[in-house]
């Protein structure tokens, strides 16, 4: 069992920065990846970056590509996402999500993560 909290998130103006985190605790050595999704009112949750946890490889959605930055800290076992140049089509509640099995193919899509935050919400006015 993984356990993730999701933190940072708030309102903030379009083109301004919001800082996410994510603790992670449990089985955490046994995490391929963590990724983050999101999910704007009316629309489906979506991919928008992960990092897997033991090499740090990292990958983006094209939307957040450039302005969004994933981290990992494995000693605090914790997961950051940099926000920047936030946009108001960015507003939408943020979760984060573990990855147990090692699935590369799998790794853009929700259905490949095992475990889930409680999702904290992001808005950017205009």
């Known amino acids: 069992q993984v356990q993730l909290v999701e933190s940072g998130g708030g309102l903030v103006q379009a083109g301004g920065s919001l800082r996410l985190s994510c603790a992670a605790s449990?089985?955490?050595?046994?995490?391929?990846?963590m990724g983050w999704f999101r999910q704007a009112p009316g629309k489906e949750r979506e991919f928008v970056a992960t990092?897997?946890?033991?090499?740090?490889?990292?990958i983006y959605a094209d939307s957040v590509k450039g302005r969004f930055t994933i981290s990992r800290d494995k000693a605090k076992n914790t997961v950051t996402l940099q926000m920047n140049r936030l946009k108001p089509e960015d507003t939408a509640v943020y979760y984060c999500?573990?990855?147990?099995?090692?699935?590369?193919?799998?790794?853009?899509?929700?259905?490949?993560?095992?475990?889930w935050g409680q999702g904290t919400q992001v808005t950017v006015s205009s």
């Open positions: 999500a573990a990855e147990q099995a090692v699935n590369w193919g799998g790794i853009r899509y929700e259905y490949e993560y095992d475990y």
């Open positions: 449990g089985r955490t050595f046994s995490t391929f990846a």
């Open positions: 990092i897997t946890w033991g090499g740090g490889t990292t």
